[in-house]
C-alpha cells in the first residue's frame, strides 16, 4: 500500500482539472486528501477534495461517483455545503503519490469556521444551547435530502463545517454515500471512527437509510454535550455489536435534550424519530433554554491577495502562518521637571543683603509686660476653631456620592447587584431593542455610566425584553425558495414539512404557522430567531395500483379516472375461458406507485376463438372448397376420394355443419370427393 503520509509539496502548486490551483494543505485522510485552492475562472477560493487514486481505480468507483454526485448537486440548501465542481483528473509528475495517477475530486464552497471535529479535537464540549443549534441546522439539511430521496450515509462531526456566521452546514453529500458503502464493503478493514456513529441496521449489515442519518446526528450531538460516543470501543466489530438492540444511555449531562436524542437513537427504526420530527422536537426543547453563545470557532479566513495566474504558490509552515505582531512604537520621552534645591542649598545660593539700620535699643521691660499675650490671639484662635468645627460638620452631613457604574450589557440582578451599596432609588423600565437582543440585560442607564449620583437619587435601569418585533410576511402562495429568503432577511427561522396536495403545485406554501403561538397571521409581530413551519406542497400524492385482473374493461376504466390514473389497452389476447371484455393481465402489478395522469396497460380478453362455417356452391371442387374452407380458419383432410374431384359431402366430427355455424379455429374438416 501507498504511503498515505503527504507533505504539503506533492500536492501545491498543481492545477486540477486545468481551473484549480491547490494553494495549501487543509488535512490528509485514509480516503481523501483536501486543500484550499484558487478558482482561476471564477476568480474565489475554493476547497478541492481529492479522493486517492488507489480508491479512484477501483472497479465501479467512476460510475458510483458520477450517479452520487449528480444526485447530489440537485439539492441546495443553506445548510449544505454548497458544491461547485467535480469529475475525475489526472495529475502531472509532480504531485507524488499522485503523479500520473486518475484521482476523482469534488470543488465546494470555502468554510472559514472549521468542523465540528476540530472542536472535539481541542477538548471543547459545548452547552445544551449551542448542541441544540447545531442540530437544528443539520436536521434542517437532513430534512432536505430525505426529502429529495437520498441519504448522507456517513454523518460524523467531520462532515459538519462551519462559516463566517457560525452556523452549521453538512458536507461531502454524495461522496460520503460512494465512500462508506466501499468501507463496508470490507468490514474487516472499517475505520472505528466510521463505525462510533453507524447505526444499529448498519451493524446488521442493512444499507443505510435516512434514519441511520438520524441516528448519527443523535450520537454526534451526545458527543457535543459529554465528551464521549455512545457505545464506542477500542474496535469497530465491538463497537457495532455494542449498539444493537441498545437504548441510548440517559444521563443528567444531556439536560432538557435527553428526551430528545433518545427518541433520535431508538435501535427500531420504526421507532426512531424522522428529521423533521427531531427537529421539531429540538425548537420545543429550545424554549426551555438560554440563548446560545457564539461557538469557539477558529475562522481562517481566505488570504486577502489571490495568486496571480503564473505565480508559483508557496506553503509556509504552520508556526509562519501566524505573523508577529508589529513592534510597538516607544513613546516619546516627557520631560522630567527639575528638581528642587534643598532649602540649606538655596539659602547658600542667594546673595546676604546688608544691613545699613542699626538695631533698635532694648530698653528694660517688666518681665510680666513681656509674656502677656497680644489681644488679637484669642479672636483668632476662636475663629480657626470656629472654622474647623463648620468644615467637620459640614463633612459630617454632605451625603455621599457614587460614579454610576457601566450597567450595559449586564444581566439585571448581576447590574442590581452591583449599585445596592449605593443607596441609590432605582426604577427598572422594559423595552425591546435590537442593540441589546438578550432579554433580561441592561440597554443603558439614566443618567448615564461615569456621572455622579449623590446617594437617594434617583437611577433608571432600561432592561432589554428582547429584540424589537418583525413583522410576519405572507407565504401562502409563494415558492419554497421565495418563502425560505422572505422569512430568513425579516429574521426568523424556517422548517420545511411537505405535504401532498392536488391542488398546489409542487413546491408551493400551502400553509405556514409559528409553534409558539398558531393564532398569529401575516402582519402580526413576533421575535426574531422565532421558527415558522412552512408547509410545502410536493404536488398530488402518489396512487396505488388497483388490482384490475377480471374486471371489464370499460368498468376498470371508470374506476381508474376516478383515482387520477387511466387505462392503455395493449393487443389483445383469445382465451378459451375468459370471456372477452375481461382483463387478463396489467403493468404496473397491483400496489405499485404512480404519479397523478400515470396509465395502467392492460391485455383484454378477446373470448374464444371461433371461426364460422362457409356456404359451399353446389359441385364445388375438392380444391376450391379445401381453399374456402382454410380462409375461414378451417383445416380440411380428404377422408375419400380424388382430389381432383367433386366434393360429395362435408362433415364435422361425422355430422354435416350448417352454413354459419361457429367452430374453434382450426377445427377439422372431412371432405368426401368423387
Not at 450517479?67 to 509532480?94: I, K, R
Not at 458503502?181 to 470490507?186: L, P, T, V, Y
Not at 517688666?366 to 467637620?392: I, K, N, S, Y
Not at 429568503?485 to 409559528?514: C, D
Amino acid at each position: 500500500m501507498e504511503d498515505l503520509n503527504l507533505h504539503p509539496e506533492d500536492l501545491i502548486g498543481s492545477d486540477v482539472a486545468g481551473r484549480y490551483r491547490l494553494t495549501s494543505l487543509v488535512s490528509a485522510g485514509a480516503n481523501t486528501v483536501v486543500t484550499d485552492a484558487w478558482d482561476l475562472e471564477a476568480r474565489r477560493y475554493v476547497t478541492v477534495k481529492l479522493v486517492r487514486p488507489e480508491l479512484t481505480a477501483r472497479p465501479g468507483f467512476s460510475e458510483s461517483f458520477s450517479v452520487a454526485m449528480e444526485g447530489s448537486a440537485a439539492v441546495t440548501h443553506p445548510q449544505l455545503v454548497a458544491l461547485f465542481d467535480w469529475g475525475l483528473d489526472t495529475f502531472g509528475g509532480a504531485a507524488g503519490s499522485f503523479a500520473h495517477r486518475r484521482c476523482a475530486f469534488t470543488v465546494t464552497e470555502r468554510l472559514d469556521g472549521g468542523s465540528l471535529r476540530d472542536l472535539f479535537d481541542r477538548g471543547r464540549m459545548l452547552s445544551h444551547s449551542q448542541s441544540l443549534q447545531i442540530g437544528l441546522d443539520l436536521c434542517h439539511a437532513l430534512a432536505e435530502v430525505h426529502r429529495r430521496g437520498l441519504v448522507h450515509a456517513e454523518l460524523t462531526p467531520a462532515k459538519i463545517l462551519f462559516g463566517a456566521d457560525g452556523h452549521a452546514r453538512l458536507g461531502d453529500l454524495g461522496l460520503a454515500g460512494v465512500l462508506n458503502a466501499m468501507s463496508w464493503a470490507e468490514p474487516s478493514g472499517l475505520d472505528n471512527h466510521v463505525a462510533a456513529y453507524a447505526s444499529p441496521e448498519q451493524a446488521g449489515g442493512s444499507l443505510p437509510t435516512s434514519a441511520s442519518d438520524v441516528y448519527a446526528l443523535s450520537l454526534v450531538l451526545v458527543e457535543a454535550l459529554t465528551g464521549s460516543t455512545p457505545f464506542r470501543t477500542d474496535s469497530a466489530n465491538a463497537t457495532l455489536a455494542a449498539r444493537v438492540d441498545r437504548l441510548l444511555p440517559v444521563t443528567a449531562e444531556l439536560g432538557p435534550l435527553a428526551t430528545v436524542l433518545e427518541h433520535a437513537a431508538r435501535p427500531d427504526v420504526a421507532d426512531r424519530a424522522s428529521a423533521v420530527e427531531f427537529g421539531l422536537e429540538l425548537v420545543g426543547a429550545a424554549k426551555r433554554l438560554p440563548r446560545p453563545d457564539p461557538l469557539p470557532l477558529v475562522h481562517t479566513p481566505s488570504p486577502a491577495t489571490p495568486p496571480r495566474d503564473d505565480d508559483d504558490v508557496t506553503v509556509l509552515p504552520v508556526d509562519a502562518a501566524v505573523s508577529a505582531a508589529p513592534p510597538t512604537p516607544r513613546e516619546p520621552a516627557v520631560p522630567s521637571a527639575p528638581t528642587p534645591s534643598p532649602p540649606s542649598q538655596v539659602a547658600a545660593q542667594a546673595p546676604v543683603a546688608q544691613s545699613t539700620v542699626a538695631p533698635p535699643e532694648v530698653s528694660a521691660v517688666p518681665t510680666a509686660r513681656a509674656t502677656r499675650r497680644p489681644r488679637w490671639v484669642a479672636p483668632v484662635v476662636a475663629g480657626v476653631v470656629v472654622v474647623l468645627a463648620v468644615v467637620c460638620a459640614r463633612w459630617l452631613l454632605v451625603t455621599p456620592t457614587h460614579d454610576v457604574p457601566v450597567l450595559a450589557g449586564r444581566v439585571e440582578a448581576e447590574a442590581m447587584n452591583a449599585i445596592t451599596p449605593f443607596q441609590w432609588e432605582v426604577t427598572i423600565e422594559r423595552e425591546r431593542s435590537d442593540l441589546e437582543p438578550i432579554a433580561g440585560n441592561v440597554i443603558r442607564t439614566a443618567p448615564v455610566a461615569g456621572t455622579v449620583l449623590a446617594e437617594g437619587e434617583f437611577l433608571t435601569i432600561v432592561v432589554s425584553d428582547g429584540p424589537l418585533l418583525r413583522e410576519l410576511p405572507e407565504t401562502t402562495g409563494r415558492t419554497q425558495d421565495e418563502a425560505l429568503a422572505l422569512l430568513q432577511s425579516s429574521g426568523f427561522v424556517p422548517f420545511v414539512e411537505t405535504m401532498a396536495n392536488e391542488v398546489i403545485p409542487n413546491g408551493e406554501v400551502i400553509s405556514w404557522s409559528l409553534p409558539d403561538d398558531t393564532t398569529l397571521v401575516a402582519g402580526d409581530a413576533a421575535e426574531p430567531g422565532s421558527t415558522v413551519i412552512l408547509v410545502v406542497s410536493s404536488g398530488p400524492a402518489p396512487r396505488t395500483v388497483p388490482d384490475l385482473v377480471g374486471e371489464i374493461v370499460g368498468i376498470a376504466r371508470a374506476r381508474l379516472v376516478g383515482d387520477g390514473l387511466r387505462i392503455v389497452e395493449g393487443e389483445g389476447i383469445y382465451d378459451d375461458v375468459i370471456p372477452a371484455g375481461q382483463i387478463l393481465s396489467q403493468d404496473p402489478l397491483p400496489g405499485s406507485m404512480l404519479e397523478r395522469g400515470g396509465s395502467v396497460t392492460v391485455t383484454v380478453s378477446l373470448g374464444p376463438d371461433v371461426v364460422t362455417f362457409p356456404s359451399l356452391p353446389r359441385d364445388v371442387s375438392f380444391v376450391d372448397a379445401q381453399r374456402l374452407l382454410i380462409d375461414a380458419g378451417f383445416t380440411v383432410e380428404l377422408a375419400l376420394g380424388a382430389a381432383d374431384g367433386a366434393v360429395e359431402s362435408v362433415t364435422i366430427d361425422g355430422q354435416a355443419p350448417d352454413v354459419g355455424a361457429t367452430f374453434p379455429r382450426g377445427t377439422r374438416v372431412d371432405v368426401v370427393a368423387v
